[in-house]
């Protein structure tokens, strides 16, 4: 996807209707384009937080604690604050030697764990649209023309549709992305002497 400008047209053409210049940045001065503005975040948060996306997964090593007062917890003693783009926490790896992956619960912006130092991995809020991959950008302007639809053409039924076609894109990308992250293995010549030719 070249620019958000790009998705919002792409999600205004499944609705069937105008389309926004692509010169106009960043849009402000154009009511559809506000609109389409208002919506994009909510909407890019909501499809990055279905998944554990690749492109947008961080790890970022946790040693500062929160600074503000935070309520006593014996059980996660050490408090750390969340990341600002975190959209979806994952885990926690361990740190120092540690491989066990260590309990944690989130309160409120905070992360609290047992261990004084760990790292976090989560689903970071990309929003360049340069980094997205194809059909997640695909599920992206599905979701946009699902909330264009309600709040621009009060249309529930299209509405419907639209996110339909978002889960079904949004099924589309995790498959993709899985297949390209776990490419199968090439049978050895004996096993595919056994078993006939082809990967598994």
Partial sequence: MRSTAHLFNTALARLGGEQLSVNISPLEQDSLGQLCLNLFPHVLDMTLAVYAWAFATRRVALAAPVLEAVSINPEYPHAFELPADCVKPLRLEGYAG????????????????????????????????AMWPPFFADALA????????????????KQ???????RYAVADAV???????NPRRKRSEWTAARLGEGDY
């Fill in 98 to 129: 540690v491989n066990r992956a260590p309990p944690y619960v989130i309160e409120g912006r905070s992360i609290r764990c047992a261990l004084p130092h760990a790292v976090f991995v989560y689903v970071s809020r990309v929003t360049d649209p």
């Fill in 142 to 157: 599905w979701a946009l023309a699902g909330e264009l639809a309600a709040a621009k053409n009060n249309d529930p039924q």
């Fill in 160 to 166: 419907q549709w639209c996110y339909q076609n978002h």
């Fill in 175 to 181: 498959a993709l992305e899985q297949r390209d992250q």
